[in-house]
T-cell receptor
Framework: KAGVTQTPRYLIKTRGQQVTLSCSPI?????VSWYQQTPGQGLQFLFE???????NKGNFPGRFSGRQFSNSRSEMNVSTLELGDSALYLC?????????????FGPGTRLTVL | GQSLEQPSEVTAVEGAIVQINCTYQ??????LSWYQQHDGGAPTFLSY????GLEETGRFSSFLSRSDSYGYLLLQELQMKDSASYFC???????????FGGGTRLMVKP
């Protein structure tokens, strides 16, 4: 079974631009969560989607948004990029909504904002 | 809000046993998980405790005490490949939102 895939793996943008990251979960997984990982703040939860609906949202500004498609693939968008948005963005999928506890992480997208 | 505390760094020798502690404060509690992350890699799931007690999976064990808001990950027969960062994480609602601790960097020396 293929794992979680994320594209692109690396991205360089400049301040003020916007970016869209993509995540394809493991086949059959309906829950997709997004996390931001930085050396200073660690792993921080962005949002979770389940069956195309955002179920949970972390403490990030409205510049961070996401969506999930009917095939469970998910995208996250960051508008008006800031230097502090440079991070590893990880997506994780889970088999079910409330009872599944194991999350499978993708390799991440390394975003650098110049 | 939620917070999890774990040591930032632990060093041990090959073949030894090491325990990584995690204390948490959350508004709700649906379970404590542990993840391993090697440098440059993605976090991978190690264990999950929803109820008090010890869960054993091979060389790794995880313990939870809900009354103490405390858990630990026990790694036995340490191997060099166990050098990695270990994160505890709490689910505080019925969804899949995880709040992670700051991570413990484990260095295994020969």
């Amino acid at each position: 079974k293929a794992g979680v895939t994320q594209t692109p793996r690396y991205l360089i943008k400049t301040r003020g631009q916007q970016v869209t990251l993509s995540c394809s979960p493991i086949s059959g997984h309906r829950s997709v969560s997004w996390y931001q990982q930085t050396p200073g703040q660690g792993l921080q939860f962005l949002f979770e989607y389940f069956s195309e609906t955002q179920r949970n949202k972390g403490n990030f500004p409205g510049r961070f948004s996401g969506r999930q498609f009917s095939n469970s693939r998910s995208e996250m968008n960051v508008s008006t990029l800031e230097l502090g948005d440079s991070a590893l963005y990880l997506c994780a999928s889970s088999i079910s909504g409330g009872t599944g506890h194991e999350q499978f992480f993708g390799p991440g997208t390394r975003l650098t904002v110049l | 809000g939620q917070s999890l505390e774990q040591p930032s760094e632990v060093t041990a020798v090959e073949g030894a046993i090491v325990q990584i502690n995690c204390t948490y404060q959350t508004s709700g509690f649906y379970g404590l998980s542990w993840y391993q992350q090697h440098d440059g890699g993605a976090p991978t799931f190690l264990s999950y405790n929803a109820l008090d007690g010890l869960e054993e999976t091979g060389r790794f064990s995880s313990f939870l005490s809900r009354s103490d808001s405390y858990g630990y990950l026990l790694l036995q027969e340490l191997q060099m490949k166990d050098s990695a960062s270990y994160f505890c994480a709490v689910r505080d609602n019925a969804g899949n939102m995880l709040t992670f601790g700051g991570g413990t960097r484990l260095m295994v020396k020969p």
